[in-house]
């Protein structure tokens, strides 16, 4: 069994003269998928909220894009700073300041997301509203505020999902309430924007190794029989190991790329099989 997500599998030029729009760019999960798309010759325009982040990831990303050396057309990196998904009117002066920079953009990667561990007892109606307000409202902000380049040229978009409004997971009701309607936007979406081409796709991680998500939420239960929690709860994924960022990275190629032009209103559930083990858990 492979014990570590695929890499160097693609056509070097798979995404030449395209570019990707991407919100929570700098965060753990969406700057891989970002990276990954400048290796095939993406342009990318990284949109955040915090301003340091947004731009150590442009300048490693523009190293990273110095260095290719099968790619003719230069490929660009820009960072758009202090955008929050929740304010429609920054999501429209970023997609103007990418077409302006970028020239276009084809590919939409909905990446901002906020979470933290609260019981429902102690989460005010405010903390319920913020993180719905980013996942899910923030979600439709951004298709909304691209959605002229997307028919202009038959973009595809991505939503980043989650996998735990499948369970009733404990302390997450806020995130489970949002991505559930990340879901169904996907899919309303899909159906509706298939007629003017745009393809809406959405990617559900599991537990992604070294994301701030899975940081939080991977805690012990106290019966560690000499495991640490992180061990106990990789020997509960059928396919045995953690989620890479990679792994998150190849399936945003894969439903970008002309393989999946067939394919709109899918939430591609990359978990290693542990959300389908049910109650075995
Ligand atoms: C209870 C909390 C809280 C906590 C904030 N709040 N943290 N309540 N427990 N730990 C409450 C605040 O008291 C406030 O309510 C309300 O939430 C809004 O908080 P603000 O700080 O004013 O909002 P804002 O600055 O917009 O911050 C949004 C945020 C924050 C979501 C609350 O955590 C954030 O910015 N996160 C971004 C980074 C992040 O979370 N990354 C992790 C992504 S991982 P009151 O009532 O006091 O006004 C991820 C994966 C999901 O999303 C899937 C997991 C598997």
């Known amino acids: 069994m492979r014990n570590e997500a695929p890499k160097n599998i693609w056509n070097l030029n798979l995404f030449k003269g395209k570019v990707c729009f991407i919100t929570g760019g700098s965060g753990t999960i969406c700057s891989k998928q970002a990276e990954e798309?400048?290796?095939?010759?993406?342009?990318v325009s990284i949109?955040?909220?915090?301003?340091?982040?947004?731009?150590?990831?442009v300048k490693r990303l523009t190293l990273l894009?110095?260095?290719s050396t099968t790619i003719e057309e230069k490929i660009k990196v820009i960072g758009i700073p202090n955008i929050d998904v929740r304010d429609p009117s920054s999501l429209?002066?970023?997609?103007?300041?990418?077409?302006?920079?970028?020239?276009?953009?084809?590919?939409?990667i909905a990446g901002a997301a906020g979470n933290f561990i609260s019981d429902f007892n102690h989460m005010s109606t405010n903390a319920?509203?913020?993180v719905v307000d980013i996942d899910l409202l923030g979600t439709f902000n951004t298709v909304k505020a691209c959605y002229d380049q997307l028919v202009l040229n038959k973009g595809s978009v991505i939503f980043v999902s989650a996998t735990l409004h499948y369970y009733g997971v404990p302390f997450q009701c806020h995130v489970g309430a949002a991505k559930a309607g990340v879901d169904a936007l996907c899919r309303s979406l899909a159906v509706e924007l298939g007629?003017?081409?745009?393809r809406v796709n959405a990617i559900a991680p599991g537990a992604i190794d070294g994301t701030e998500g899975f940081?939080?939420?991977?805690?012990?239960?106290?019966?560690?029989?000499g495991k640490s929690p992180i061990e106990r709860f990789t020997e509960k994924i059928p396919l045995q190991r953690l989620g890479s960022v990679m792994d998150i990275a190849n399936a945003t190629i894969f439903l970008f790329s002309d393989a999946a032009s067939y394919i709109t209103g899918t939430v591609m559930i990359v978990d290693g099989g542990f959300w389908h083990m049910g109650n075995f858990n």
């Open 37 to 43: 798309l400048v290796k095939l010759g993406c342009s």
């Open 47 to 57: 949109i955040g909220r915090n301003e340091q982040k947004v731009l150590e990831t």
């Open 65 to 67: 894009s110095g260095e």
């Open 92 to 108: 429209h002066k970023a997609v103007s300041t990418t077409v302006d920079k970028l020239g276009r953009i084809d590919f939409v």
């Open 128 to 130: 319920f509203k913020s």
């Open 195 to 198: 007629t003017v081409g745009i």
């Open 215 to 225: 940081a939080r939420l991977a805690v012990g239960d106290g019966k560690t029989g």
